[in-house]
């Protein structure tokens, strides 16, 4: 069965440090490959997907993310975080119109 | 504007008593979603519609039940058969063959 897998629950970056956010995928294809941030008590805004072509795409609010087939990964990266940018991280692949959500990573911000 | 709304943002129940959670988009999408959040799990999802009058459990359906009589409206009842109703609930929609889904804020559900 296919999934995603988000290996750290918590992480804390100090602000205007660099972030990543990992995740992992399985599945037998190339999948539609997404990222979504929460805040407390709010629906879910899509950051940006992966369908196919270059393997690094921008989203909104300075984030990236990079397509790695090999490492079975599509990591999301930002140069330099700001405090507005504390929230949860959903990575999830789709598949026949259905997404799957990693389990989330919770961003900390230290001033 | 566009958009996904959910009603109401916090709604409270007695255990044994049916709710109806309201979802409704304006974005002109065939398809809609339910999805369930609890802390840790990520989402899980509980419905889906890709037409008007026609839709498909999703992973936990069993003690909700749904409906699609408008493309626009995409309401779902948390029966009293559900175990554990008190959780976030989020709509989605999206187009059909397009493979990424939009929120709303979300109805958080607490039952006593």
């Known amino acids: 069965a296919q999934s995603v897998t988000q290996p750290d629950i918590h992480i804390t970056v100090s602000e205007g440090a660099s972030l990543e956010l990992r995740c992992n995928y399985s599945y037998g294809a190339t999948p539609y490959l997404f990222w979504y941030v929460q805040s407390p008590g709010q629906g879910l805004q899509l950051l940006l997907k992966?369908?196919?072509?270059?393997?690094l795409v921008q989203g909104i609010k300075g984030f990236e993310a990079e397509f790695k087939r090999s490492q079975s990964s599509f990591n999301l990266r930002k140069p330099s975080v700001h405090w507005s940018d504390a929230a949860e991280y959903f990575c999830?692949?789709?598949?026949?119109?259905?997404?799957?959500f990693g389990k989330g990573t919770r961003l900390h911000i230290l001033p | 504007d566009g958009g996904i709304t959910q009603s109401p943002k916090y709604l409270f129940r007695k255990e044994g008593q049916n709710v109806t959670l309201s979802c409704e988009q304006n974005l002109n999408h065939d398809a809609m979603y339910w999805y369930r959040q609890d802390p840790g799990q990520g989402l899980r999802l509980i419905y889906y519609?890709?037409?008007?009058?026609?839709?498909q459990k999703g992973d936990i359906a069993e003690g909700y039940s749904v409906s699609r009589e408008k493309k626009e409206s995409f309401p779902l009842t948390v029966t009293s058969a559900q175990k554990n109703p008190t959780a976030f609930y989020l709509c989605?929609?999206?187009?059909?063959?397009?493979?990424?889904?939009?929120f709303g804020p979300g109805t958080r559900l607490t039952v006593t």
């Open positions: 989605a929609s999206g187009r059909t063959g397009a493979h990424e889904q939009y």
């Open positions: 992966y369908f196919s072509g270059d393997t």
């Open positions: 999830a692949v789709n598949r026949d119109d259905k997404i799957i």
């Open positions: 519609s890709q037409i008007v009058n026609d839709f």
